[in-house]
């Protein structure tokens, strides 16, 4: 069944302008679009699952197969509840708006300037450029974990760069909340190749912190060597050894990085700390404030700041 996308122009809620297709993926629809109340650009995604609903030709209506409407408003009301969750937490994007129409779901977020991490690197990022953007994402990790929030994709591809050393954490539509009941049982698998452990593959799957520290240390492998992880075969570990020996880095930092590629999720880094000051403790005078590390692991200002300024827009938006 061909997923036919709205027409540019249209308007969704009697206030958001539709400019674009931007992309899309097995859950949905994303497009470019404005807000006309605020003025603000956005992010808009439609919840439009590949071969469980249909558009017919002419209509905006989603017609979704069998039971397949519940089971993805169950998964869009997760992404909305995560998002409201994690809008105080500096380095992820943030929830603008979100509603029912047109027999389907919408997510909107705020539209992120900059590209994604996956280009950087595609286009030749530097190891030294990289390292700021992996204490970024190891430091929104850290975040996250303060509130048992499991993103559970994190790759280049969802990493989207701003300046020389900022960067956002996008798309949560694979997040887990780990303080619900069973939220570690997944009856969804999400796994993305050459970046996600092989817990991730299986169905049901019980996943733990570790799993964004092992995406993230993937990155990290994938920019040293040039590849990606291997398959979990019984090799596994062997073959990432020797690709780290071979990219010719001191024998501290790929011990340290190979514990966080490890298969068994009991013997990976759970704290972020661990991984960074591992990977970049050599550079941290370069790039970072010295104090840097007793910074992660204290109550950081700027998200109680972030949270009263998100506070106001939503108050706002309401009047």
């Known amino acids: 069944m061909e997923r036919r996308s709205l027409k540019d122009g249209g308007i969704l809620k009697k206030r958001y302008l539709l400019c674009r297709q931007m992309a899309q993926g097995g859950y949905g629809l994303v497009y470019r679009g404005k807000d006309t109340k605020s003025g603000e650009e956005v992010v808009i995604k439609e919840i439009f699952p590949a071969g469980k609903a249909y558009r017919e030709d002419g209509k905006d ?37 979100y509603f029912e129409e047109n027999g389907t779901f919408y997510i909107v977020t705020d539209l992120v300037e900059g590209r994604t991490l996956q280009e950087e690197l595609d286009e030749g990022m530097t190891k030294n450029r990289l390292i700021p953007f992996i204490y970024q994402i190891s430091y929104t990790l850290s975040r996250l974990d303060r509130l048992d929030i499991l993103h559970r994709d994190i790759c280049p591809e969802n990493v989207i760069v701003q300046g020389l050393e900022e960067c956002t954490l996008v798309d949560f539509g694979s997040a887990l909340d780990l303080s619900k009941e069973n939220s570690r049982l997944v009856m969804e698998p999400t796994y993305r190749r050459g970046f996600s452990p092989p817990e991730q593959m299986h169905y049901p799957g019980i996943l733990d912190r570790s799993v964004d520290l092992f995406s993230t240390s ?36 790929y011990a340290v990085l190979a ?23 050599d550079f941290l005078e370069i ?33």
Not at 61 to 66: R, S
Not at 263 to 280: A, C, D, F, T
Request: proline share 2%; charged share 35%.
């Open 218 to 253: 993937a990155i990290w492998y994938y920019k040293l060597t040039g590849k990606h992880i291997p398959d979990f075969g019984e090799e596994y570990e062997q073959e990432i050894w020797r690709e780290l020996v071979h990219s010719g880095k001191d024998y501290d930092r």
């Open 287 to 319: 790039f970072l404030d010295p104090e840097v590390m007793d910074y992660l692991s204290e109550e950081d200002e700027m998200d109680e700041q972030a949270g009263n300024m998100e506070k106001d827009r939503d108050d706002q938006n309401k009047e």
């Open 259 to 281: 514990k966080g590629l490890s298969k068994n999720p009991e013997e990976r880094h759970h704290v972020s700390h661990e991984l960074l000051g591992g990977l970049i403790s």
């Open 61 to 97: 209506d989603v017609i979704y197969q069998g039971e397949f409407f519940n089971s993805y408003h169950e998964l869009y009301q997760n992404e909305v509840e995560i998002l409201k969750k994690v809008k105080i937490c500096v380095g992820c994007v943030k929830l603008h708006d």
